[in-house]
Structures are given as structure tokens and as C-alpha cells.
């Protein structure tokens, strides 16, 4: 059976720091491939309105294009209201057999049992808490002892009482996050190196995030 990670995200833009941990992802784990997911309509980001999904999508399928295990998916653009993710989930176990393997931040960790429905997704994928560059265990450990208190640890993964398993994973850290590129392109400073090429390159065609 296929080992499928799911790294879902607005992707507003898409860059290096994103691909880089679809990588070690994929290698520390020994998956078939990543999923990348940009979301439809976060429920959890308040504010500054997204580009729009078609935009979005675009740029992470030329981010990760000449990547032969990475792979986009429209899922939640097709979706109407909000993207919760334990829909997508549902959705993608319903269509794919594969064992899935839900990749998210520790920041978002740090509040997933605010997330909609949270207990269910356990059932439906093993979660990988990614953090970038050290530290984060201890707050790791605090809130899995909270949200999970059922968990039981074996070699450093944790195995949930829905059936699946939790572990943490520290990667490599790139100092770059969407909202440093988007306020560069504002201030007409150079992003590049830290964005793909061709996505540079398509939001300058588009004149993304000038205002």
C-alpha cells in the first residue's frame, strides 16, 4: 500500500521553506509521494483576503513540477465553505487506498483541538508534527499529553487510541515565510532564491501582492 503525505497550506506563495519540508518529509519516512493541498477557505486564517485559489494552485504546481514525488491536488478548491480538514481527509480516503500521513506545523499544532472535528482525523491519518530548525519538543510533549492523554509511546512515536500514530519531526529551517515575500514584492525588493523560479517569475506576470 502506497505511503501518502498530505502537507496542506494557503500557499500564498508557495517557497522553498514549504518544498524543503515535503522533502525530508518524504525521505525520513520512506512515503510514495506528497500530496501538496492549498486550502480552499482556511477557517483558521482571519484578515488579509487570499489570492485567488486558481493563483495558489498554479504556483505550488510550478514549485513543484520537475519534483517526481510531489504532486498538487484541487481538492479544496472544488469544495464550497469552509476547508476543514478532517473533510479532505475524508474525501481522500474515500477515493485513494493509501496509508496517509497528515503533515502539519507545530504551530498549528499548538491548536489543533481548536480545529473542527479534530478527534476524527487521527482516524483517518497518522500526523507528523514538523518544526523548523530546534526546539519545540517540550511544547510538543505538553500538548500531546493534553489533546491525547490515551497515547502511548513507543521509540519516540506515539500510538493514538483512534489507531494511528503521532510523531515529531524537526527539519532543516529556512528563515522564510509567505508574508516576508509578499511584503518584499510590495516594497519592490527581490525575492529571488527564496521562492522558486517560475513562481517568481508567475507573480510578477500577475503583479501578485503589489497592494
Known amino acids: 500500500m502506497e505511503k501518502i503525505g498530505l502537507l496542506g497550506g494557503t500557499f500564498d506563495p508557495i517557497h522553498l521553506g514549504h518544498l524543503r519540508v515535503g522533502v525530508e518529509v518524504y525521505e525520513r519516512l520512506a512515503l510514495s509521494k506528497v500530496l501538496f493541498i492549498p486550502a480552499g477557505e482556511p477557517p483558521h486564517k482571519k484578515g488579509r483576503p487570499l489570492s485567488p485559489f486558481p493563483f495558489r494552485y498554479e504556483m505550488t504546481r510550478l514549485a513543484i513540477k520537475n519534483v517526481p514525488y510531489f504532486e498538487v491536488c484541487d481538492i479544496e478548491g472544488k469544495r464550497q465553505g469552509p476547508s476543514y480538514s478532517v473533510k479532505t481527509l475524508e474525501e481522500l ?55 491525547f492523554p490515551q497515547a502511548v509511546e513507543e521509540n519516540g512515536i506515539f500510538l493514538l487510541p483512534q489507531g494511528k500514530s503521532l510523531r515529531f519531526l524537526p527539519v532543516t529551517r529556512l528563515d522564510i515565510s509567505s508574508t516576508m515575500i509578499r511584503k518584499a514584492v510590495k516594497a519592490r525588493q527581490s525575492i529571488q532564491f527564496l521562492v522558486p523560479e517560475e513562481v517568481r517569475e508567475f507573480i510578477a506576470l500577475h503583479k501578485l501582492y503589489l497592494n
Request: glycine content about 8%; charged content about 25%; cysteine-free.
Open 93 to 147: 480516503t474515500a477515493k485513494i487506498k493509501a496509508e496517509f500521513f497528515f503533515i502539519l506545523g507545530l504551530d498549528a499544532y499548538l491548536e489543533f483541538d481548536i480545529w473542527y472535528q479534530y478527534q476524527r482525523i487521527p482516524r483517518l491519518a497518522h500526523l507528523v508534527v514538523v518544526t523548523r530548525g530546534p526546539g519545540g519538543q517540550e511544547e510538543f510533549l505538553l500538548k500531546t499529553r493534553e489533546i
